[in-house]
């Protein structure tokens, strides 16, 4: 008998916390204190991470003891002092005081127009901003608008009234919010809506054209990210660039309901990572926030209470050594009001379309682009599922999965039984959505599952096991039955469980030559008189 247990939490699995209904509840305090990381070596500079627009929601977390913990720690390696913002109320001139660099991670809370003022001035009066978007349609709270259109100032298709079709309740969360053209009139750049996937940002501004910022930075990846607009050369330039030739479907991200590039990449198309003047201060902009994660969330999708999954851009191509040169210039104090009093070559003013001004845009798809899950509401943290960033209450327990097999699996496509076994559900939870198969070495699937009504699936690959429901304890168990393709011919293979395509439990099995004693699994069926719930409750 071979026994393997894995842990795993994950959306299928996962009970929604409770909810309740109630007014809006972003007033309300954040209980979960701001992490800080001093360095052993400091450099006597300060950074503020921005964790009070919506930075945890969905998928994303944007955390700096969470997916943004690689960034904060080759900060604090380089002497820096880094701290989060957390705060429920707007931000103020007083939260900004005695920080060199302000980092704005993908944003999915729009900023009040005070909050709009105190950036810019922080900037004015020499501080550092950097601000890190994503791709269009990236709303991960469904509140109709995602980080660029939050950075922009304006909502696409609704620069009249940035609340357009929202309810009485999220016009209340957003009460001082306001539509403008803000980044481009303070910063001198506007993010691009298009969705650009799986490509390299290779054409890199010489370090001397950049204040040093690209040396020895040749490309920069994106997934699902956008492009930047320059709107005035003499305080926003381009320093990272696509390259030249695309077409509008080339490189698209695949659920990008707008087109991919706008310009045909190269210079046209405007930067993927720009730097900005303003004032005696700097700012910095990138198009995605693939390249600053790493793959260690900290909290639970704020929506369903599932694992999330981030990716490992920022020791991907040159992303890593390009975000922490671009603080260590955002850090440093210079005189210069302007890049033409500094030197450096001006660009263009980058080719807009005439649906990219501000009060001609339409929205291509209505938004939200689903409706959310259960009775989560963006705005009021009393839906937010536990173990999520702002829900006060603690992560449950992670899944357990046991997946017990004979010895040895039968060749010559004779049957056996495999059991799956499942811990800490909720109490009479159902779980659809297992699938499982036995593949060999190099990925050639063997083996069907046999359905409840005794027919057989015409394909050899991954099946789905049935339903499972688990009894008060939040235990469930079902056994299947299976067969290998009588054709093979191998000494081992891999038996995978998956739920919800997430592969959950992967084991290496033996195969044997069929015979009387695999087929009558003794030692399975006793094992299965000691669950606590037959398979007959599966379903029910």
């Known amino acids: 008998m071979k026994r393997v247990t894995q842990k795993r939490a994950i959306q299928s699995v996962i009970i929604f916390a409770s909810f309740t209904v109630g007014v809006p509840a972003l007033a309300e305090s954040i209980s979960d204190p701001p992490p800080v990381l001093e360095p052993s070596d400091p450099n006597g500079k300060r950074v503020l991470f921005d964790n009070s627009h919506g930075q945890t929601a969905g998928q994303s977390d944007w955390v700096i003891d969470g997916a943004f913990s690689d960034f904060a720690d080759a900060l604090v390696e380089n002497g820096y002092y880094v701290k989060e913002h957390r705060s429920a109320e707007p931000l103020t001139s007083a939260d900004l005081d005695g920080y060199d660099v302000f980092i704005i991670p993908e944003a999915q809370i729009p900023f009040k127009a005070i909050e709009q003022e105190e950036i810019a001035s922080f900037a004015e009066e020499g501080g550092g ?116 030739g695309l077409t509008p479907e080339a490189n698209k991200w695949n659920n990008a309901v707008d087109q991919g590039v706008y310009h045909g990449g190269g210079m046209e198309e405007g930067p993927y990572a720009a730097i900005g003047k303003k004032g005696l201060g700097k700012a910095a902009f990138i198009g995605d926030s693939s390249p600053v994660e790493d793959a260690t969330p900290k909290y639970r999708n704020e929506e369903h209470g599932g694992m999330k999954r981030t990716y490992d851009g920022f020791i991907d191509q040159d992303n890593g050594a390009f975000l922490v040169q671009v603080v260590d210039w955002l850090a440093e104090q210079e005189s210069y009001t302007n890049f033409a009093e500094a030197g450096i070559p001006l660009d263009e003013p980058s080719p807009l379309l005439e649906m990219e001004q501000p009060e001609k845009t339409t929205e291509p798809q209505a938004e939200p682009w689903r409706q959310p899950q259960g009775d989560y509401r963006w705005y009021d943290r009393s839906t937010f599922a536990a173990g999520s960033f702002g829900s006060g209450q603690e992560a449950p327990l992670e899944v357990e999965y046991d997946l017990e097999t004979p010895e040895a699996l039968p060749l010559g496509g004779q049957t056996f039984s495999v059991t799956v076994e499942l811990r800490h559900l909720a109490p009479n939870q159902t779980v659809n959505s297992l699938d499982m198969q036995v593949y060999l070495p190099g990925g050639r699937s063997i083996s069907q599952i046999q359905g409840e009504d005794g027919s057989w699936p015409s394909s050899y690959g991954y099946h789905q096991i049935g339903t499972l429901t688990a009894d008060a304890t939040g235990a469930a168990t079902k056994t299947v039955t299976m067969r290998l393709n009588p054709s093979v011919e191998a000494d081992s293979a891999m038996i995978r469980l998956r739920n919800d395509r997430q592969n959950v439990v992967t084991q290496t099995v033996a195969l044997t030559a069929a015979s009387e004693k695999v087929t009558k699994l003794p030692t399975i069926q006793k094992s299965l008189k000691r669950k606590s719930v037959p398979v007959a409750l599966a379903g029910s």
């Open 129 to 244: 901003v950097f601000f890190i978007a994503d791709h269009y349609n990236a709303d991960r709270n469904f509140n109709r608008l995602d980080s660029n259109e939050i950075m922009n100032g304006w909502r696409r298709g609704a620069y009249d009234d940035i609340t357009k079709g929202m309810s009485n309740e999220e016009k209340e969360a957003l009460e001082g919010v306001v539509s403008s053209d803000w980044l481009a009139e303070e910063f001198g750049v506007r993010f691009r809506y298009n969705a650009i996937d799986h490509t390299v940002a290779d054409s890199i501004v010489s370090p001397e054209e950049a204040f040093g910022i690209t040396e020895n930075i040749s490309a920069l990846s994106i997934h699902a990210g956008s492009t930047l607009a320059i709107i005035d050369p003499n305080v926003a330039k381009g320093v990272a660039y696509l390259p030249d």
